[in-house]
Structures are given as structure tokens and as C-alpha cells.
């Protein structure tokens, strides 16, 4: 059986930039928050640390000083998805050379390939590397969704290992759990629906709230992971504000912003992304203060 490479809380971190360069000290600071909050997992470089407006280089140096910072102390998961196979290919060949535990690769955007097209995409990388593969279906980002009968094929693929869901379609995943193997898992790609997907026999989830609230996403998962059903259920629906603000606008505006507001100093986001609109700031602001996440004016 193909193991998972992690279970519980992981961590889509955000990439910190200061004058248009990454800031990888300010991206340290953020592994240590992570790592000393029980996170069971770092995925960098995905959507959340906005590797489209990435280059090439730029997404390396990133994963490689990542991996060297966590040092094997929880897994490193590298985004190495791209809208081109021979892009994605070479950065997931890159990755698993500079030490990465496994890869995280969404569905090719903007093309919109046929399930055909799916399949041939990541079995040619899957044939290219000896590291798992967690696949990324996030439809409301990239114009294209997996059906399950594509996850039953794919999930024959030693290296792929599983899925994180983030199309919110609960028919979808009820269906890939009864087509597809024990070991094809899948993780909560949508912070609001871990506990649930989790009902379903997920093994946790790729969190963007864990950026501000790392302990408490670890301990949702360990409380689903332990079938402790209700008390997750009762801190899912605690959370929920919280992930209502994260979301308010496009991802990753809001949680770049929460993390500037609790003294991250994660820095700017990058065209075409931009700055809150002042409504969705101050119902960002106000979830912070809720959870008493924002930091203190001297």
C-alpha cells in the first residue's frame, strides 16, 4: 500500500516579498510559527504563495530554502504545477533533486485539457520522479475538474498518492472514495469543509487558515483523525468566520493581509493580485479581533 505523505493540518504558506524579491528570512520566521504550532506539513510554493507570478528560479530558491529551513522536521510538499507538462515536469524533477518529501500539482489552467489530457499530463510527470504525488483539484481556479473515474486511473500510478479537493462537489468525492483505492487519499482543500471531507475518510487538509491559526487547524484534523466527530464539528463551526474572512476576497489577498496585521511582515502581493477593498478589510479585521489574532499597537 502507498503510504500518505502526511496527515493533519498542512500549511499552504505564503510567500513573503519585500521590493519584488521573495524574502526568505521573513519566510523562515513563518516556518518556525508553523512548526512550533503543531503543523504537520509544509506545502510551498502553491496558489496560496502565488507561484504563477513566480519564476522559474525564483519557485527553486523558494522550495530549496524551505527545505533546508524545516531541515526533516515535519515533510516539505513543493507546488510544482504549471499550465505547460514540460514546465511542470522539470520544476517537479528540480524539487525532488533539492531534497522535497512530495510534490502538490494542480490541473493545467487556462488550457482546459480533456480527461485524457489529465491523465497523460500527470502520468508523464509521475514517470519522470520517485516522490509522491498529491494531485490538485481546484475547478473555480483552473476552468477543468477531475471526474472520479480520472482519479481511479490515476490512482493506479505508484506515485500518485492521492488528491487534494478544493471543488466542493461532496457527490465527487463520496464517488472517488467508492471507485478508488484505500491508499488514493484524499485532503480538504477548503478549510470550511475538512471536518466533513474528513467524515468521508479524508487524512486532513492543505489549509490556508493554518497561516494564522496553525494549532487550532492541527488539532480540527487530530480530532477527525481520532474520531472525535463532534468536537471537531464544534470547532469547525468556531472557525468559520474566520475562514468566511480568509475567503472574502480572492485567495491569497486576505490571509497576505491577516498575516501583515498580526506582525508577519509578509510584505506586498504581486500584480495582478493587489491590496483589500476597505469593506473586506475591516471584515478581515474584524474575524482577527475575534480571535484575538491581532497584534497589539504599542
Known amino acids: 500500500m502507498k503510504e500518505p505523505i502526511f ?3 498542512g500549511v499552504a504558506i505564503v510567500t513573503p516579498f519585500t521590493k519584488a ?3 526568505l528570512p521573513a519566510l523562515g520566521k513563518l516556518i518556525d510559527f508553523q512548526l512550533a504550532n503543531g503543523t504537520d506539513a509544509i506545502i510551498v510554493c502553491g496558489t496560496t504563495g502565488e507561484s504563477s507570478t513566480m519564476t522559474y ?19 516539505v510538499i513543493a507546488g510544482t504545477g504549471s499550465n505547460s507538462t514540460e514546465n511542470s515536469l522539470a ?48 475547478p473555480s481556479r483552473t476552468g477543468v475538474s477531475f471526474t472520479a473515474e480520472t482519479y481511479a486511473v490515476l490512482a493506479k500510478h505508484p506515485s500518485i498518492v492521492g488528491v487534494k479537493e478544493a471543488s466542493g462537489n461532496f457527490s465527487l468525492i463520496q464517488k472517488t472514495r467508492n471507485l478508488c483505492p484505500e491508499d488514493f ?21 492543505i489549509s490556508v487558515a493554518a497561516n494564522v491559526m496553525p494549532k487550532e487547524m492541527h488539532l480540527l484534523t487530530h480530532l477527525c483523525l ?8 464544534r470547532l469547525q463551526l468556531r472557525l468559520k468566520e474566520l475562514c468566511d474572512a480568509l475567503f472574502c476576497e480572492v485567495n491569497p489577498i486576505p490571509v497576505k493581509t491577516a498575516l501583515n496585521l498580526m506582525g508577519y511582515g509578509v510584505g506586498e502581493l504581486r500584480l495582478p493580485l493587489c491590496e483589500m477593498s476597505p ?9 482577527l479581533n475575534t480571535y484575538h489574532l491581532l497584534k497589539k499597537e504599542s
Request: charged share 25%.
Open 21 to 23: 524579491v521573495v524574502d
Open 91 to 138: 520544476l517537479s524533477r528540480d524539487a525532488e533533486a533539492a531534497g522535497a518529501d512530495g510534490l502538490l500539482l494542480v490541473t493545467p489552467y487556462y488550457n482546459k485539457a480533456t480527461q485524457l489530457g489529465l491523465i497523460r499530463h500527470y502520468n508523464k510527470i509521475a514517470d519522470a520522479v520517485d516522490i509522491p504525488m498529491i494531485l490538485y483539484n481546484v
Open 185 to 205: 487519499y484524499i485532503w480538504s482543500g477548503n478549510d470550511d469543509e475538512t471536518v466533513c471531507i474528513c467524515a468521508l475518510g479524508g487524512v486532513g487538509v
Open 7 to 9: 496527515t493533519g493540518s
Open 279 to 287: 469593506e473586506h478589510l475591516e471584515q478581515l479585521k474584524h474575524a
Open 57 to 75: 528560479r525564483e519557485r527553486m530558491n523558494t522550495i530549496e530554502y524551505c527545505i533546508e529551513h524545516v531541515d526533516g522536521r515535519v515533510p
Open 226 to 233: 481520532t474520531d472525535r466527530f463532534q468536537e471537531a464539528g
